[in-house]
Nanobody, 117 residues
Framework: QVQLVESGGGLVQPGGSLRLSCAAS????????MGWYRQAPGAQRELVAS???????NYADSVKGRLTISRDNAENTVYLQIDSLKPEDTAVYYC???????????WGKGTLVTVSS
């Protein structure tokens, strides 16, 4: 089993930046892709960014140019840098991890990002 723990959320003013982290732990897994979804109040969960083990990145069109995803394979950690934050970025951000052969390995419990003045 994989445990995923997010950190780095909080209250930020519009225009500010935030860096989220998600660390995977456990045993018996081989992570390929890691990424981030977010769920705003009253909305469906949406994929915002993902990155494969070999560094291929994918971003939602709505966030391109403002988000940067990166990872440390040795530490099984994925990061999400969010710049030029907008109130509409307010959401719970969830980390996930996939395996090539076993599909979805797990979700984190989420970290809340609130963008407000």
């Amino acid at each position: 089993q994989v445990q995923l723990v997010e950190s780095g959320g909080g209250l930020v003013q519009p225009g500010g930046s935030l860096r989220l982290s998600c660390a995977a732990s456990g045993s018996g897994f081989n992570i390929n892709a890691m990424g981030w979804y977010r769920q705003a109040p009253g909305a469906q969960r949406e994929l915002v960014a993902s990155i494969t083990r070999d560094g291929r990145r994918n971003y939602a069109d709505s966030v391109k140019g403002r988000l940067t995803i990166s990872r440390d394979n040795a530490e099984n950690t994925v990061y999400l840098q969010i710049d030029s934050l907008k109130p509409e970025d307010t959401a719970v951000y969830y980390c996930y991890a996939n395996s090539l052969y076993n599909g979805l390995l797990g979700w984190g419990k989420g970290t809340l990002v609130t963008v407000s003045s």
